[in-house]
T-cell receptor
Framework: GQNIDQPTEMTATEGAIVQINCTYQTSGFNGLFWYQQHAGEAPTFLSY????GLEEKGRFSSFLSRSKGYSYLLLKELQMKDSASYLCAVGSDMRFGAGTRLTVKP | DAEITQSPRHKITETGRQVTLACHQTWNHNNMFWYRQDLGHGLRLIHY???????NKGEVSDGYSVSRSNTEDLPLTLESAASSQTSVYFCASSAYLGGATDTQYFGPGTRLTVL
């Protein structure tokens, strides 16, 4: 079976950097996805990793270590609009972690 | 522009009634998914389809059914609604050509309340 773990909540300050971790156990691996979900809205795609290492996309970066079953999402220069839930998903059948609710404070 | 839509956006029904939630996508994607989202559980997979006439059960499929008669639509039916099925339901689609094309595009969601 699959198990995907993320912290439930995080708080950070506007302009700061925050790292959201995701650990997983899976019988098959076809890449790891990060999604952003604002309250009351649908999830939207942020990033995809299939090889070990860091993928950078503007203020957002995502890291993967397949041997450790570990990923993180790094958000730089935090803005108020980054307050949202961040969902980690792995596997070809797209199972999701419970999500991390990030609150950005002034 | 391609999109994925769900209807209705809000639904209130009574225990024991049959309810069908619609999902329609114009991405021409092969894969379609249904999830429910509850506080503390994140997104949980109900059913999914990799193409016309293909359907598969997800981790929380009991009490739900789907059918795929064309590429664009994957309706979700609750055979006999129960209060435990009160939730927000999201439909999603993906191209599934492998790798990053597994990226899912989500509909706006349907909030279902079973009284």
């Amino acid at each position: 079976g699959q198990n995907i773990d993320q912290p439930t909540e995080m708080t950070a300050t506007e302009g700061a950097i925050v790292q959201i971790n995701c650990t997983y156990q899976t019988s098959g691996f076809n890449g790891l996805f990060w999604y952003q979900q604002h309250a009351g809205e649908a999830p939207t795609f942020l990033s995809y990793n299939v090889l070990d290492g860091l993928e950078e996309k503007g203020r957002f970066s995502s890291f993967l270590s397949r041997s450790k079953g570990y990923s993180y999402l790094l958000l730089k220069e935090l803005q108020m609009k980054d307050s949202a839930s961040y969902l980690c998903a792995v596997g070809s059948d797209m199972r999701f972690g419970a999500g991390t609710r990030l609150t950005v404070k002034p | 522009d391609a999109e994925i839509t769900q209807s209705p956006r809000h639904k209130i029904t009574e225990t024991g009634r049959q309810v069908t939630l619609a999902c329609h996508q114009t991405w021409n994607h092969n894969n379609m998914f249904w999830y429910r989202q509850d506080l503390g559980h994140g997104l949980r997979l109900i059913h999914y389809s990799y193409g016309v006439q293909d359907t598969n059960k997800g981790e929380v499929s009991d009490g739900y059914s789907v059918s795929r008669s064309n590429t664009e639509d994957l309706p979700l039916t609750l055979e006999s609604a129960a209060s435990s099925q009160t939730s927000v339901y999201f439909c999603a689609s993906s191209a599934y050509l492998g790798g990053a094309t597994d990226t899912q595009y989500f509909g706006p969601g349907t909030r279902l309340t079973v009284l």
